[in-house]
T-cell receptor
Framework: GAGVSQSPSNKVTEKGKDVELRCDPI?????LYWYRQSLGQGLEFLIY????????KSGLPSDRFSAERTGGSVSTLTIQRTQQEDSAVYLC???????????????FGPGTRLTVL | SQQGEEDPQALSIQEGENATMNCSYK?????LQWYRQNSGRGLVHLIL?????REKHSGRLRVTLDTSKKSSSLLITASRAADTASYFC????????????FGQGTRLTINP
């Protein structure tokens, strides 16, 4: 079966423009996560979905960032009025949560490299 | 803020030698996971160890967890050139949040 896929693989945009990043999780996975990896930084958590709801948005860096998930499957991360500091690799992961609070293995996509000029 | 601190930040060894990477964390955890990343893109899950486990093996990988010291180690035995990558530990914290908190990673280079 296919793994997590993300599109586009690379995105170059101008400062001030909006961008949309897409994530297709592994079929049947109930949980979906967005992370960001900036140059020289570790991975930082952005947002997590369980089904179509987002119980934890604590990692979104500003109100310019939003995400949605429809049909319990595909998710879109939107960055409005992009800034140069938004340049990073945006990684999506999915997992199948079989227990209440435990975090099962997360499977990562290849990421979208965003460059804001 | 980063939960995990990894040590060393970079490690270079000869092919065939063993590589050991360490990870320390700050808060109570549900489990700890190790990932590998090649060329700064997607992460590959290596192994998950739960808070009630002390040691786990997978092929040439051996992971230990010491919850009293809040630390974990990843040992790669008989290293190969293909093991060259960045290795990250990630902790899943208790409190219902399902996010993973990653360390800064160790850059491992295996010299042929």
């Amino acid at each position: 079966g296919a793994g997590v896929s993300q599109s586009p693989s690379n995105k170059v945009t101008e400062k001030g423009k909006d961008v949309e990043l897409r994530c297709d999780p592994i079929s049947g996975h109930t949980a979906l996560y967005w992370y960001r990896q900036s140059l020289g930084q570790g991975l930082e958590f952005l947002i997590y979905f369980q089904g179509n709801s987002a119980p934890d948005k604590s990692g979104l860096p500003s109100d310019r960032f939003s995400a949605e998930r429809t049909g319990g499957s595909v998710s879109t991360l939107t960055i409005q009025r992009t800034q140069q500091e938004d340049s990073a690799v945006y990684l999506c992961a999915s997992s199948f949560l079989s227990r209440g609070l435990s975090t099962d293995t997360q499977y990562f996509g290849p990421g979208t490299r965003l460059t804001v000029l | 803020s980063q939960q995990g601190e990894e040590d060393p930040q970079a490690l270079s060894i000869q092919e065939g030698e063993n590589a050991t990477m360490n990870c320390s964390y700050k808060t109570s955890i549900n489990n700890l996971q190790w990932y590998r990343q090649n060329s700064g893109r997607g992460l590959v899950h290596l192994i998950l160890i739960r808070s009630n486990e002390r040691e786990k093996h997978s092929g040439r990988l051996r992971v230990t967890l010491d919850t009293s010291k809040k630390s974990s180690s990843l040992l790669i035995t008989a290293s190969r050139a293909a093991d060259t990558a960045s290795y990250f530990c990630a902790t899943a914290i208790i409190q219902g949040a399902q996010k993973l908190v990653f360390g800064q990673g160790t850059r491992l280079t295996i010299n042929p």
